[in-house]
T-cell receptor, first 111, second 113 residues
Framework: NAGVTQTPKFRVLKTGQSMTLLCAQDMNHEYMYWYRQDPGMGLRLIHYSVGEGTTAKGEVPDGYNVSRLKKQNFLLGLESAAPSQTSVYFC??????????FGPGTRLTVT | GEDVEQSLFLSVREGDSSVINCTYTDSSSTYLYWYKQEPGAGLQLLTYIFSNMDMKQDQRLTVLLNKKDKHLSLRIADTQTGDSAIYFCAEPAWEAGSYQLTFGKGTKLSVIP
C-alpha cells in the first residue's frame, strides 16, 4: 500500500497562474481532506469530502476549489494564485470515524 | 469557537524526559490523538487514547488523560535526537454532520545533544 500520495512535491507559481494539486489514496477511505500548514498557524482545513461526488468547505476555503470525481482521488485547485497561498499543503484520508492518514505534502511558493 | 491549545516550543536535553501538554475542548470526545511531524514530512499518528482510560503506555511513550480538566499530556522517556519533531494533539469534532479532527497548533520539540 502506498497510503496517501501527493503530486507535485514542490511548485513555484507566479501570481495569477493556476494549478491543481492531486491527492490519491489506496486505503478505500470515505473521507478526504485538504489542509494548509503555515508557521505558527498549525493545520487549517481548506476543504473536505465525505464521499465520492461530495465536497464541503472547511475553515479557509476562499481561493480554492476541489473535486472528488473518484473515491480514491481528491483534487485541490487554485484558479488565480496569490502570494498569500504560499504554504505547505497536506492531503489526508480517513474512514468515517477514525484517525487521519496524511500525505507527504506539497510545498507551494507563489511569487 | 474554542481551540485545542498547546505550547509552541519545548527544549530538552538528550536522555531527559519530555512532557508535551494539550488542553482540548470537548469533554465527550471518544478518542484523543497525538501526531508527530518530522522535518519535511507529513503527520503520522504516534499514539491515541480512548476516553475511558486515564493512562496509556507504549514503550517510551506515556499518555495521560485528565477528563475533568480536559487535559492531555504526552511523556517521552529517555528523549533522543530522533524525537525532534512537531507534536500535534487532536480531538474529534462533528462539523456539518461529518466527523473531523481538530488539531492544536503543534509543539516543536528540540532535543539538545
Amino acid at each position: 500500500n502506498a497510503g496517501v500520495t501527493q503530486t507535485p512535491k514542490f511548485r513555484v507559481l507566479k501570481t495569477g497562474q493556476s494549478m491543481t494539486l492531486l491527492c490519491a489514496q489506496d486505503m478505500n477511505h470515505e473521507y478526504m481532506y485538504w489542509y494548509r500548514q503555515d508557521p505558527g498557524m498549525g493545520l487549517r482545513l481548506i476543504h473536505y469530502s465525505v464521499g465520492e461526488g461530495t465536497t464541503a468547505k472547511g475553515e479557509v476555503p476562499d481561493g480554492y476549489n476541489v473535486s472528488r470525481l473518484k473515491k480514491q482521488n481528491f483534487l485541490l485547485g487554485l484558479e488565480s494564485a496569490a502570494p498569500s497561498q504560499t504554504s505547505v499543503y497536506f492531503c489526508a484520508s480517513s474512514p468515517p470515524r477514525g484517525e487521519q492518514y496524511f500525505g507527504p505534502g506539497t510545498r507551494l511558493t507563489v511569487t | 469557537g474554542e481551540d485545542v491549545e498547546q505550547s509552541l516550543f519545548l527544549s530538552v536535553r538528550e536522555g531527559d524526559s519530555s512532557v508535551i501538554n494539550c488542553t482540548y475542548t470537548d469533554s465527550s470526545s471518544t478518542y484523543l490523538y497525538w501526531y508527530k511531524q518530522e522535518p519535511g514530512a507529513g503527520l503520522q499518528l504516534l499514539t491515541y487514547i480512548f476516553s475511558n482510560m486515564d493512562m496509556k503506555q507504549d514503550q517510551r511513550l506515556t499518555v495521560l488523560l485528565n477528563k475533568k480538566d480536559k487535559h492531555l499530556s504526552l511523556r517521552i522517556a529517555d528523549t533522543q535526537t530522533g524525537d525532534s519533531a512537531i507534536y500535534f494533539c487532536a480531538e474529534p469534532a462533528w462539523e456539518a454532520g461529518s466527523y473531523q479532527l481538530t488539531f492544536g497548533k503543534g509543539t516543536k520539540l528540540s532535543v539538545i545533544p
